[in-house]
Each structure stands twice: as structure tokens, then as C-alpha cells.
């Protein structure tokens, strides 16, 4: 046993420790995901020929375990905040609680009463801790618009005592958290470190080599109709650029969604076929924020390149927004045309210039004054369907500063909404009609160690289960930047271009 984990003991709570164990083998992370109740797989990944900027982003992926003896829950629904807490860890927690209470709120006390734990593994930030998502209706919390999810929670976090983490060379570890507080507990994640970095047999191995899922094959697509017309969303741009010219906003981010049908579930190498689809996703479109949700009724499969907010255990915060796309082509010499016309669109340049600015000021709310930097800005990436531009703003957090009150501050993502922000959701919440829900929140961890890494829930498709199991919605979430320069035509194709990574993969189409 590797035991690299420190004691901590917080607010008088018993002390902990995480307790490695490395795999003889690299692990199939998907047929560990698979046949759990509820499980989060943030799966890194890169496209061949990826820049360096985004190598650091893809470095490791965890699959966090929901079903520990010290798991609890934190959800928020209706505006009621429900933290169910299991015996073994309400000396960290307290007991289960329901009440009327701001999600952020609930957060930043759950955060606090955490185990503090030092990094298990070097480089890696993860350390055990809450993983999960928050929904975009959260904004309201932070003058946003007055709105809740529709169908799901807007939030739900689990605390999870076990992970497995692989670092991008395909080292893999296991970690379990233990206190000498709660024996039985700590025996029960011993006794699954053992089981589960056991080695695998020679057919396990075959098996999860070989048995990827398979195309959609030269079936005609699936129509996934569109909330609206392709008319009403480019009117909708119009309307956008009517509140920009009056001086309400300078950029509005719109969106709209797809209803994407369930499609007869083929045969794969897991029993999920939720999971299935998303190993389909993955294997087309290597991206360094992906995601597989299984969180109670809720099914996330998300192909998101682009981070929301990462704060490193010692408080320094980066921010690296996404805005500017293209797709790409399939001829190289046009592909490469398409690449250096994005490069010096004067438009794009100024959707993210404007989102940076936005960024800034989102982090000075909570860094040390004059920390906020601008370390590049408009480079272009480029990944397996697209083109983009990205930039990176970083600030230094105070000692002891509050990771939910700094996700709170630059909540929702800059990149979906706006600017000014407050101004800009309100006008893109009265020409939408409806809630986003996960699409345009965030995904990811706040770990242990006091580090967090969320991602934006962008290329993102979300279902809604009932308790039987029958598919009750199916989303898919896309937009763009208006600005006073938008042509509705061309926002209304760079939805389309958005869509086609992640419906295209699954046989469908953009219906609108």
C-alpha cells in the first residue's frame, strides 16, 4: 500500500487520509463506469497535433465513485438545498438537512467542514473531495435571471471517498479516503482499493481494447428538431442587436436547444447504453473536458474543450474562455484557410476580447488586487470538428479565500453569457423562453485539497430519465456571441456547426 496522504482534522472532525494504490495496468475506465448506480467520469483527452496550452489541460481523468461508505450528496432543486449525509461522515458534515437555502451558500459550508487532504499524486489536483454539476439557472443567485431548471436539479455535487485518476501517459491510481475514526468505513475502501486495481485477465483486456461501440452506421439521420425555427433565432439575433445599438449590452450570448430523439441502443462494450453513446462521442472527438454524468435520474455526456475556472490548491485562479469557432474542413489547404480566417476575424477577436474584459473583472471580485493578468489572448485551436479562438486570464486568490464565493463571482461562465453580464442574460433569458439547465453551467470538482476545475457545459447532450428508466428529454445545447456586427445568418450556421460534433456522431441532425 502506498499511503502519500497527510492527516487533517477539520473544525474538531475526525482526521483523514488518502490512502494510493497504483494499477499494474492501465485500467478501462469505461467498464468501471459502467453497472454503478451513479458514477462522474471527467475524461480527459486530446486530438494528434494538439498545441501545448492544451496538453497542460488534458494532463489527467478521474472516475469519482458515488458509492463509498462516506459518499453524501448535496443537491439544489426548486430552490431547496437537500444534503443527504451517511453515518460514517456526519462528523465532517452533520446530519441530512432540506431547507430554503442559496445552493452557493450550502456549498461554501459543505467546502469548509471538508477534509482538508494534500495532494495525493504530483501534478494531479484531485483529492477526493465534491464532484458534480452546476446548473446555468444558478446565475440567479448572482443577479441572474429568476429562473430554475426544468426537469433536474440545478445542482448536484456528490462528496466521493473513491476515485480512480490516470495521468495522460496511462498511469493509473486508486484512491480511497480512511479515518482511524470510522473503522468499519475505512476497512470497506481498503478492501475496494484491493479489488479494484487487481490485475486484469487477459480477455478483460481484449475486451476493453476491442469492444468499442459501434457507428451509426449509413442509416439516414434522426431529425432532432429545434426548440425554434431557424427564422426565430435569427430574428432573435436581430432582436440582440437592437438591445446592443441602445446601449443595453455590448454582446449577447443566444442560444436555443434540440430535441435529440433515443435512438435503439447497439451493442457496445458496456450495458449503459447512455454510456455507450457517450464512448461513440469520445472516440470521434478527443476533447480535454469530457464528461459522463450518472447522477440520479440525470444523464450528462459532454465533449466540452473548454474550462470555466481552475484554482490550484495554493489560489492561483485561471480562466481560459472560449469564443470563436469554425468548423473545419476536410482538404487541408482549405482547412488551413479556414484556420488563419478565424485568426483575423475582427469580429471573433472582439467577442473574445470583450468575454477576457468580462473574465477580469469576474475574478478581481475575489483575487488580490492587481493579480488579474491577461497571459494570451485569441490563440487559435484546433480540434478534431473545429477551430477556435482561446484565450487565458489568471489571478492569485488571498489566503483562506472561499472556492464557492470565486465560482460564484464569475457564475455562469463569461463565455455564455454576455456583457455586461447582468444586462446581457437578462435580455438573452426574455428571448430564449426557457431555462438552460446544465447546458452553459459548469462540470467538475472541488477538490479536498482545496483546488477546483470546472469545465463549461458546452457540446453537451443531457437526459432526463423517469424511475422506470424511460427517456422523458433529450437536449442538446448550442449559440453563439451577438455582437452589433452579427449577421443572423451566420449565427444562426454557427449553431448548426456547433451541433454537428456531437449529433453527427450519434447519427443525428439539427432539425430546425
Known sequence: MDDRGGLTETHGAPAARIEVRAFPTPPDLAALADGRDDVVWLDSGLPD?????????ASWSVLACTDGPFAARFRHRDRRASVD????SRAWFSPSSVG?????AVLDELLARTPRLPEPLPGCGFALGWVGFLGYELGREVDGPDRSASGHADADLRFVDRAVVVAADGRAWALALVTDAEPAASAANRAWLGTVTAPSTPADVDDAATGLPADPGTDAPVPAPGRVSRAAHEAAVDASRAEIRAGNAFQVCLTTAFAVPAREARVGSVTDPHLDEYLRLRRVDPVPFGAYLRLGPVRVASRSPERFLRIDADGRVTAEPIKGTRRRAD??????????????????????????DLLRNDLLRTAVPGSVHVDRLCDVETYASVHQLVSTVSAQLPAGASR???VAAAFPPGSMT?????????????????????YSGAVGYFSASGAVDLSVVIRTLVTVLDEDGTVLARTFGAGGAVTWSS???????EVETKTRSVLGALGVVAAW
Request: glycine share 6%; aromatic share 2%.
Open 418 to 438: 454576455g456583457a455586461p453580464k447582468s444586462s446581457a442574460t437578462a435580455i438573452a433569458d426574455r428571448l430564449e423562453g426557457a431555462p438552460r439547465g446544465i
Open 85 to 88: 449525509v451517511p453515518p460514517a
Open 100 to 104: 430554503d437555502r442559496a445552493a452557493f
Open 404 to 406: 464557492a464565493a470565486t
Open 487 to 493: 449577421v443572423p445568418a451566420d449565427e444562426a450556421d
Open 49 to 57: 497535433g494538439a498545441p501545448p496550452a492544451s496538453r497542460a489541460r
Open 331 to 356: 482538404d487541408a489547404g482549405v482547412d488551413a484557410s479556414v484556420r488563419a480566417e478565424l485568426a483575423a476575424s475582427p469580429k471573433d477577436r472582439a467577442e473574445n476580447v470583450m468575454i477576457v
